[in-house]
């Protein structure tokens, strides 16, 4: 069997979207799943063993492009796809499997798509809270799986594949310091400073690791580089060697395998937190206006730290430098317990 699959555009949901590759491959270990999504994503991609190849989308998130999206589907007829699985809910992302001409396409109704997915769902999102049951739901034939206590257990969730030799090879590319554990810290988050943990928390807590004989390593994109800075220069002048920023000096590959390299992870509610769960370190995840209760972290080694219940539309906080307050109240002692537990459980070390 030849499968497309239309995947989605960011870091937490592809990684989430592994559920369902990793479930079709059950059913069908002789099944060729190729995943069509931005070029960024390919690093995420080719760690996924059920993965035989990402196709790079190549038209922007948010653009229609009939034309071109017509043009895309019809140069893929002579892979005779069998399947397609649409995970995107909008009516654009169903036009390429569609054009392409592929027999049956599977996909939750979304954007009213009548007509460009013939195996078309409609989510009953109390029957399946989680976005990862969602996917993995989709593997299966509808009559089957009606809510998330059809499912089989365990679902198949997110896992990364790295090797030694690519850790060993990131962290000399890095000049990192193999003379103390490292313990990786994801500060940054989308849309602003409202899901992040203020950054004299997460000072503190470096402060305290460092202190202990550890080292830290800051994860993000270019974007998050100053709020990493902001975090190695509230250390003290001897603690800051020990804390290297690295937020927008990794691609994402290299990022994905210094996380490997990391003893621990404290994140915010990110898309590199998903990563770092995929990878199964010991995670602390600290949310404050998102909820968990969507898209937590994938892992039995992670422990989610939140103070409010519900989900709150918020991009900036009432309090200073944007920050929530539900965040703020975080305190770093609770997040150094939380990882000293993890730890000390006999998994981490």
């Known amino acids: 069997m030849k499968i497309l699959v239309i995947g989605p555009s960011w870091v937490g949901d592809m990684m989430m979207s592994q559920s369902l590759y990793r479930t079709l491959k059950a059913a069908h270990p002789e099944a060729q799943i190729d995943v069509m999504a931005p070029a960024w994503c390919r690093p995420l991609l080719d760690r996924m063993p059920e993965v035989r190849q990402a196709l790079p989308m190549p038209l922007g998130h948010g653009a229609l492009e009939l034309g071109e999206r017509r043009r895309l589907g019809i140069s893929l007829r002579g892979e005779h796809y069998q399947r397609a699985f649409v995970l995107p809910n909008s009516f654009k992302s169903a036009l390429v499997p569609f054009f392409a001409r592929i027999p049956q396409r599977t996909g939750w109704r979304g954007e009213m798509r009548y007509g460009l997915l013939n195996d078309l769902r409609v989510l009953d999102k109390a029957a399946f809270p989680l976005m990862v049951q969602r996917y993995a739901a989709l593997g299966y034939n509808a009559q089957q799986i009606r809510t998330a206590a059809d499912l089989p257990q365990p679902v198949l969730w997110p896992k990364l594949q790295v090797s030694e030799a690519e850790v060993a090879a990131v962290k000399t590319s890095f000049a990192v310091d193999d003379s103390r554990p490292l313990i990786g810290f994801c500060p940054g988050a989308e849309f602003g400073p409202a899901k992040r943990w203020p950054h004299y928390h997460y000072a503190a807590l470096a402060e305290k690791l460092i202190g202990e004989g550890q080292q830290v390593v800051l994860f993000g994109s270019a974007k998050d580089h100053p709020a990493g800075e902001q975090i190695r220069l509230a250390l003290t002048e001897s603690a800051q060697p020990f804390c290297l920023n690295l937020a927008g000096k990794t691609s994402l590959d290299q990022a994905v395998v210094m996380i490997a390299a990391c003893q621990a992870v404290v994140s915010n509610d ?72 993890l730890l000390n459980s006999g998994k981490g070390l």
């Open 270 to 341: 990110s898309g590199l937190m998903h990563v770092a769960a995929a990878l199964d370190k010991p995670l602390v995840a600290l949310y404050g206006p998102s909820s968990p209760d969507f898209t937590p972290p994938l892992s039995h080694q992670a422990k989610v730290i939140r103070l409010i219940t519900g989900y709150h539309k918020v991009r900036k906080g009432d309090a200073e430098e944007g920050y929530h307050q539900s965040l703020i109240d975080i305190q770093p002692e609770q997040v150094y317990q939380e990882l000293s537990q």
